[in-house]
């Protein structure tokens, strides 16, 4: 028998991973407020529909992948619990604050629901890919079922806990990463300053104690880590281009001003869409420094964290703590 998802939430996460839940067989009715994301849920085999109401009304599944905590409270208090048969499994798969999961579980317990939280770690090539680790919260006697419901978008899924856990375990984990992606910006700066080659760096430090998932899948230098760029990141980069210099005709190429990888003038001609121009950070003159500076940036994470919501991709968790230490 056929199961029926409902996946709400369509952006850079959510599109990857309701397109691996068609590919698993399964009936995905695909809801978001994006014509766009609705468009390429179609073309990776989902049907679109007009409302969350809709996607969720015959659903033996429900899968959310919303941005911010006040987002998954109104979607679930106000469009999916009462409108979805009780029978349904919920699961939300949003990184959002320990508090919110846990009122969204208490809700759709009190409705007699099965809800899980169950955020996510790998980024937007894992969601492709169907290779996510889930981290989920939930009760004991519900983990087997949540954990088949998860198993086409995924490579690894545990159950941290009760209800709040998974969240709980993510903020851990983002804490982890934006700490590690610290350290290797700043230990691959000063490789550079001390003469070594950056990729060379790469190759020792791979196999060395250094390694980490921050160097062998979000090295800071261009080369040995492809990363494709998103669509949307390709349209700021190109409207960026504009402004920086004249359309030199079309199928020509234009003049801008530029760095090169070792920060000497550059000028000459690059596509249409190119790499940002980043700001390199500045070496700390101590341990010690490094140190408390990361402490400092862990503290933020977490503040941030629940304070502001969540950082839709862990790339952006790392961005937001490099600020502290750009010129």
Same mark, same amino acid.
């Given at each position: #028998?056929?199961?029926?998802?409902?996946?709400?939430?369509?952006?850079?996460?959510?599109?990857? #991973?309701?397109?691996?839940?068609?590919?698993?067989?399964?009936?995905?009715?695909?809801?978001?407020?994006?014509?766009?994301?609705?468009?390429?849920?179609?073309?990776?085999?989902?049907?679109?529909?007009? @409302?969350?109401?809709?996607?969720?009304?015959?659903?033996?599944?429900?899968?959310?992948?919303?941005?911010?905590? %006040?987002?998954?409270?109104?979607?679930? @208090?106000?469009?999916?619990?009462?409108?979805? &048969?009780?029978?349904?499994?919920?699961?939300?798969?949003?990184?959002?604050?320990?508090?919110?999961?846990?009122?969204?579980?208490?809700?759709?317990?009190?409705?007699?629901?099965?809800?899980?939280?169950? %955020?996510?770690?790998?980024?937007?090539?894992?969601?492709?890919?169907?290779?996510?680790?889930?981290?989920?919260?939930?009760?004991?006697?519900?983990?087997?079922?949540?954990?088949?419901?998860?198993?086409? #978008? @995924?490579?690894?899924?545990?159950?941290?806990?009760?209800?709040?856990?998974?969240?709980?375990?993510?903020?851990?984990?983002?804490?982890?990463?934006?700490?590690?992606?610290?350290?290797?910006?700043?230990?691959?700066?000063?490789?550079?300053?001390?003469?070594?080659? +950056?990729?060379?760096?790469?190759?020792?430090?791979?196999?060395?104690?250094?390694?980490?998932? @921050?160097?062998?899948?979000?090295? %800071?230098?261009?080369?040995?880590?492809?990363?494709?760029?998103? %669509?949307?990141?390709?349209?700021?980069?190109?409207?960026?281009?504009?402004?920086?210099?004249?359309?030199?005709? &079309?199928?020509?190429?234009?003049?801008?001003?530029?760095?090169?990888?070792?920060?000497?003038?550059?000028?000459?001609?690059?596509?249409?869409?190119?790499?940002?121009?980043?700001?390199?950070?500045?070496?700390?003159?101590? +341990?010690?420094?490094?140190?408390?500076?990361?402490?400092?940036?862990?503290?933020?994470?977490?503040?941030?964290?629940?304070?502001?919501? +969540?950082?839709?991709? &862990?790339?952006?968790?790392?961005?937001?703590?490099?600020?502290?230490?750009?010129?």
């Amino acid at each position: #028998m056929t199961t029926t998802i409902a996946f709400i939430g369509l952006g850079n996460m959510g599109g990857g #991973m309701a397109a691996n839940q068609a590919k698993a067989g399964h009936t995905v009715l695909a809801f978001d407020l994006s014509q766009a994301a609705l468009d390429r849920a179609a073309a990776a085999g989902c049907t679109p529909v007009a @409302s969350v109401t809709e996607a969720v009304k015959g659903a033996d599944i429900v899968i959310t992948m919303l941005p911010a905590g %006040p987002h998954v409270l109104k979607v679930y @208090s106000e469009q999916i619990i009462g409108a979805a &048969p009780s029978s349904a499994l919920l699961l939300d798969c949003s990184t959002i604050d320990v508090d919110t999961a846990r009122k969204v579980a208490g809700l759709a317990k009190e409705a007699g629901y099965a809800f899980a939280d169950a %955020p996510v770690s790998g980024g937007t090539m894992a969601a492709d890919a169907g290779t996510l680790a889930f981290m989920v919260g939930c009760d004991e006697s519900e983990f087997a079922r949540i954990e088949a419901a998860l198993e086409p #978008m @995924s490579r690894a899924t545990f159950r941290a806990g009760d209800h709040g856990a998974g969240q709980a375990a993510k903020i851990c984990n983002n804490m982890i990463l934006g700490i590690t992606m610290l350290g290797t910006c700043e230990a691959i700066g000063l490789a550079e300053k001390l003469g070594l080659d +950056p990729v060379k760096m790469f190759d020792i430090v791979a196999k060395s104690s250094g390694q980490s998932w @921050s160097t062998t899948t979000y090295y %800071p230098w261009p080369g040995p880590v492809h990363r494709p760029v998103q %669509p949307q990141l390709r349209r700021r980069f190109r409207h960026r281009h504009d402004a920086e210099g004249p359309q030199a005709g &079309p199928g020509r190429r234009r003049q801008v001003r530029r760095l090169d990888p070792v920060g000497r003038p550059d000028r000459s001609p690059v596509p249409d869409v190119q790499r940002p121009r980043l700001r390199r950070p500045r070496l700390l003159g101590h +341990p010690a420094d490094a140190a408390r500076q990361a402490g400092r940036a862990a503290e933020g994470l977490i503040h941030l964290k629940v304070a502001h919501g +969540p950082f839709v991709d &862990p790339a952006l968790c790392a961005r937001s703590i490099l600020r502290i230490v750009i010129n």
